[in-house]
Every structure is written in structure tokens, then in C-alpha cells.
């Protein structure tokens, strides 16, 4: 099956939703999204229907696109989000990206895993300064400044990346025959699973390859 960016669901709640901006402006571990499931009919259909088109499974970021879109009612679809507060602050490692029906991925790992591709910090992934988004880098402040949707919070924030999801606990009386298998047991599973997210964060946002200077 084909992986579908943009698309994921709120750990605590399991509510889908789309992720709009994957981190804010100077402030990297929260996002912007839309809760799908709160929306009207029509709003939902033209947004689900935009999520799943080219431009939207091309571009970086869904901000881009939905700059661009527009609702049968005539508004340009961001600001218009915007404005009806249709947006939700919600930090980063709250969300689980789900790309296909078997795979997930925090977002707050795939911003990391994408970083790292691309050779920069987490902090600079942000979206800058960029009048096709149609909606002022002052509003976007005034929103990383609101506090995050704390209703909608994981009960245990430590548990929320994919090591500390999958760690099993190690009894205290264990051996040290029984404490080095367990460890290389979850060594294994880390392995998979960072395997796993590299391929998907790969699928989402391509390596740029790095061209040899020329002598």
C-alpha cells in the first residue's frame, strides 16, 4: 500500500487528524493540526480529498498546499482554517504520523529522522518567512505562544517515542545472563524499528544527495 503524508491520529484519543505545520516557528516540539473528525461534512471531504492529491503527497509541508486550496465556499483554505480555529497546537510527541494502515511513527521522531537527513537541527525545520502561505509570521507566532491542547495530552509523556513505547521492564532480580539477553532482545527490536521509521521518513522526504565538489 501506498504511504499517505500528512495524515496521522492523536496518540491519547486515537482521533485522526492532519498535520498542517509539523513544528512551529522557535518553538520545534509543537505542531499545528486539524482534527478531522471535528469538522463539518464539507470541509472534511475537501480536505481529505486535497490530502490525497499530488500536490498535497509532493509537497513538504501541508501548509503549502492548503495556501493554495480553496473551499467551495470561495475562502483560500489555511487562512480560513485559521480564522474558524481550526487549528490545534499540539506538541510533537503526541501525534503518531500513519502513513499506512500497519505503520505509525511519532511525529516528534520523524521531525528528528528528517533533521538528520537533511543536516540540520530540529529547530530548523520550522516553516519561515513565506508570503504563499497566506497567513502572517505574526499569527503564526501568536499561535506558538498558546499553550498546547492539554485535554488531549498522553497521560505518561515519557512513553511516547518509539524506544520507550516498545522497552518492556527488566525485573530487578534478573540475572546477568537473563538482563544481557534482554537487552540484546530490545537492541534487536530497536534496530527494526529504526529501520523502519528511516524508510518511512525516506518515503516522506527524499535524502538530497550531496554533490562531489569538483577538484
Request: proline share 4%; hydrophobic share 35%; net charge positive.
Given at each position: 500500500m501506498q504511504s499517505l503524508k500528512h495524515v496521522g491520529r492523536i496518540?491519547?484519543?486515537g482521533?485522526?487528524?492532519m498535520v498542517v505545520f509539523r513544528s512551529l516557528p522557535n518553538d520545534a516540539f509543537n505542531c499545528l493540526i486539524i482534527q478531522t473528525e471535528s469538522?463539518?461534512?464539507d470541509y472534511h471531504d475537501q480536505l481529505v480529498s486535497l490530502v490525497e492529491s499530488p500536490a498535497a503527497q509532493n509537497a513538504n509541508e501541508f501548509s503549502?498546499?492548503?495556501a493554495r486550496g480553496m473551499f467551495s465556499d470561495g475562502s483560500t483554505m489555511l487562512p480560513s482554517l485559521?480564522?474558524?480555529?481550526?487549528?490545534?497546537?499540539?506538541p510533537t510527541d503526541t501525534i503518531e504520523m500513519v502513513p499506512t494502515m500497519q505503520s505509525t511513527i511519532m511525529l516528534s521522531d520523524l521531525n528528528q529522522l528528517i533533521a538528520e537527513q537533511q543536516g540540520i537541527s530540529v529547530q530548523d525545520l520550522a516553516v519561515k518567512r513565506d508570503p504563499k502561505y497566506n497567513v502572517e509570521v505574526q499569527e503564526l507566532a501568536k499561535i506558538s505562544k498558546l499553550p498546547a491542547d492539554t485535554e488531549m495530552l498522553s497521560d505518561d509523556?515519557?512513553?511516547t517515542t518509539s524506544a520507550s513505547v516498545n522497552q518492556t521492564e527488566l525485573s530487578a532480580s534478573a540475572s546477568p545472563e537473563e538482563a544481557a539477553k534482554h537487552y540484546r532482545s530490545q537492541a534487536d527490536k530497536l534496530a527494526k524499528e529504526a529501520a523502519k521509521f528511516r524508510r518511512l521518513a525516506e518515503d516522506l522526504v527524499p535524502t538530497k544527495k550531496k554533490v562531489a565538489e569538483k577538484e
Open positions: 496518540k491519547k484519543t482521533r485522526r487528524c469538522l463539518e461534512p503549502e498546499v492548503l485559521y480564522v474558524k480555529g481550526l487549528l490545534t497546537k499540539m509523556l515519557t512513553r
